[in-house]
């Protein structure tokens, strides 16, 4: 499959005589796939039962006859108003029991039965329509999903759910097994029938009835979703893949089970007010490419600006491009453009867009067909390869929702604090998984395994967890590693719990800690003083464990305790860091780590701003910054972007600028893999 490029197209805003006009601009800005229909139900079925997918199909075969391939969206995020008139019970209910109203979009209660058939159903129609229409390669399903219910249907379909979850030995629904799961006698809690269980709308719920919701609407979306690509599947061609676009990390539902009834992972990327981060970027892209373990789609991204943050900058010259170039570093195939062309009216008037109100190019169009003629030139270089991680970080939505749920300190975001393990890694230009704290690890050729953390532990974590350290993995575990069982309560160990053996730790007291703490790390005769903030563990050793780092004099408690410690696992190895570090301390202790686990960064020695990826024998190098930079190679290197410059190990990157590198006998340069012992 070529690397795509392309834009959200909504011709129904257009009268169809213009339609060619807007093909024959994407075919001369180099643009090779359009997404079209999410939002369209009010144009596809204007009345119940009425269906009008003729201008649909008719704008699916212009866009092949001029050459684009099609990706069809269900356009069940914006429900019409005729029905939600007539069955308001389709309308999302919030948690302080207001329905949501007709006018915005993703309204709708993705619990309702009847929600879900209405949608069936003009998936099932623009299937027959498109199913095997020239030119359609794919479909999504809805787009961007995210709103919660607390309607009452959701709280039926919530306790059928759990009658599912908590199980007696027989299989039987068994309230007494929920009642202890979730420790219940605490408050009076306890329930004795499950119609008493409520939805827990207010704050301060249950940590076990909070973790269960959201694993619940996990559940109601995968059901929502699988009624469309039922629909899909049982009418389209079966060459044709189906997806949806999530947003990074957004976590109102775990991508992880989405993603498996998905044939792609697409996301949608935008930066809003501020600037390309190439390592935060890589983070999303390491994270979407990590839902499938294949390479993704950004199915959409911005145009320069968009129009929903607090300052709506437009992107720097060339920074699209480079944003572009980031994704397809870290295994994107597509980059799509949101949005063509603007409707005039409607939320989103002020979006960046590549054509203007009146139809013709805006500025940032030519960046778009810069990066065609990229794409045009090296896109077979880069057909069939993909990304190659020697680390991956783990993550899981339920140690995110468990740790949001219950802070204890206001500071600690699960999402920061996992960002603040990828980025050392990152800015090292090492090629990064971020998978599932569920995904397996043994015999996927990592060397390096972090887990910031592994919050909720149980046996079949744990279990992979050691094959992979016994087998010679090096593993870090972050500070509250361990802290909770399945079902979000304290496990019956001191933490990290299960894990304990392994890491040849225990915590003796944790601390939310309001200034700061002195950290004294020694790594191999080197010593650093810095400090660590919002959490901090007393540690313990086991016998056979080092103590890597030390709290200084603080709050008493913590004076002299260990503060990170090492052990030797079978032929593996395993860091507990039982602090927040300092972004210093923690990019020094990573740096060792790393350079431990012998992990080898794409390219060494790269300046400052200048990133590499690689896929397959090919390196993407950027510079994410504004001034200029050099590269020196480890090998004559040739700029397949520049096909008239000869071979050199001296590569120039303007501001933004990209080069794709390809050289055959790059592979007798590489420095080889280094030991644990060196
Ligand atoms: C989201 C949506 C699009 C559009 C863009 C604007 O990603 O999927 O429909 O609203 O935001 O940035």
Redesign the pocket.
């Given at each position: 499959m070529p690397i795509h490029l392309g834009a959200?197209w909504y011709p129904e805003h257009w009268p169809e005589e213009r339609w060619q006009v807007d093909l024959d601009l994407m075919r001369a800005a180099g643009l090779t796939v359009v997404r079209i229909g999410?939002?369209a139900w009010a144009d596809l079925e204007p009345v119940e039962g009425q269906f009008d997918l003729g201008w649909l199909v008719r704008a699916t075969e212009m866009a092949h006859a001029s050459g684009l391939s099609v990706v069809v969206g269900t356009p069940t995020?914006a429900p019409p108003a005729w029905l939600t008139a007539a069955y308001p019970e389709v309308l999302a209910i919030d948690g302080s029991g207001a329905r949501a109203q007709h006018g915005k979009?993703c309204h709708f209660d993705v619990t309702s039965p009847l929600y879900r058939a209405f949608c069936a159903r003009v998936a099932e129609r623009m299937a027959l329509a498109l199913g095997h229409a020239p030119g359609v390669i794919g479909w999504q399903i809805d787009?961007?999903y995210n709103r919660l219910t607390y309607s009452p249907q959701a709280a039926t379909a919530f306790r059928l759910w759990l009658q599912e979850q908590f199980v007696d030995e027989q299989g039987r629904p068994s309230l007494a097994r929920l009642n202890r799961a979730w420790s219940t006698s605490y408050w009076s809690e306890r329930y004795t029938d499950w119609a008493q269980i409520p939805l827990p709308a207010e704050d301060n719920h249950n940590p076990g009835l909070v973790l269960s919701f959201r694993r619940f609407m996990t559940h109601a979306y995968r059901e929502y979703q699988r009624a469309q690509v039922q629909a899909i599947r049982a009418h389209a061609d079966p060459s044709h893949w189906i997806t949806s676009?999530f947003?990074g990390f957004f976590d109102g539902f775990d991508h992880y089970p989405i993603c498996e009834d998905l044939d792609l992972a697409c996301w949608?990327h935008?930066i809003g007010t501020g600037n390309l981060d190439l390592d935060r970027a890589a983070a999303s892209h390491d994270l979407t490419r990590g839902f499938k373990r294949r390479n993704f789609w950004v199915?959409?991204t911005?145009p320069g600006c968009?129009?929903?943050a607090p300052i709506n900058n437009v992107l720097n010259r060339g920074e699209a491009r480079a944003m572009a170039w980031n994704g397809i570093g870290h295994g994107a195939d597509a980059v799509l453009y949101?949005?063509w062309r603007p409707a005039p009216g409607g939320?989103?008037q002020y979006?960046?867009s590549l054509l203007g109100p009146d139809g013709r190019p805006r500025p940032f169009y030519r960046e778009v067909g810069e990066l065609a003629a990229d794409l045009q030139l090296v896109g077979p270089l880069l057909d069939g390869t993909t990304v190659s991680a020697p680390v991956a970080v783990l993550h899981s939505y339920d140690d995110r929702w468990a740790i949001d749920h219950q802070r204890h300190h206001r500071g600690f975001d699960p999402l920061a604090h996992l960002l603040h393990y990828h980025r050392p890694i990152a800015r090292r230009s090492i090629a990064t998984d971020i998978v599932s704290t569920r995904a397996d690890l043994v015999g996927r050729g990592y060397r390096l395994v972090v887990g910031a953390p592994i919050h909720i532990v149980d046996e079949s974590i744990a279990a992979e967890l050691a094959a992979y350290v016994r087998e010679g993995g090096h593993l870090v575990l972050s500070a509250r590693s361990g802290f909770k069982d399945y079902n979000n309560a304290l496990p019956p160990q001191r933490q990290p719990a299960l894990l304990q053996d392994l890491a040849g730790v225990q915590v003796e007291e944790y601390y939310a800690v309001l200034d700061t703490v002195k950290v004294d790390l020694s790594l191999g005769g080197a010593t650093a003083t810095g400090e660590a903030h919002t959490w901090a563990e007393w540690l313990v050793p086991g016998r056979a464990t080092q103590v890597l780092a030390r709290y200084g004099s603080g709050n008493g408690w913590l004076d002299g305790q260990p503060a990170v410690t090492m052990h030797q696992a079978g032929r593996g190895r395993v860091y507990y860091v039982g602090a927040w570090l300092a972004d210093d301390l923690q990019d020094r202790l990573l740096a060792w780590i790393i350079a431990q686990a012998g992990v080898e960064p794409v390219l060494d020695k790269l300046p400052v701003g200048v990133r590499a990826s690689r896929r397959g024998d090919v390196h993407i190098l950027l510079n994410g910054g504004r001034e200029a930079a050099t590269v020196t190679l480890p090998w004559p290197g040739k700029d397949a972007l520049r096909p008239d410059r000869a071979a050199s190990d001296q590569i120039d990157l303007g501001p933004y600028g990209v080069a794709v590198v390809t050289n055959d006998q790059a592979d007798q340069y590489q420095t080889g893999q280094r030991t644990s012992d060196e």
């Open positions: 959200a999410e939002f995020a979009r787009n961007e676009n947003m949608d935008y199915m959409e911005q968009v129009n929903w949101w949005q939320q989103e979006h960046g």
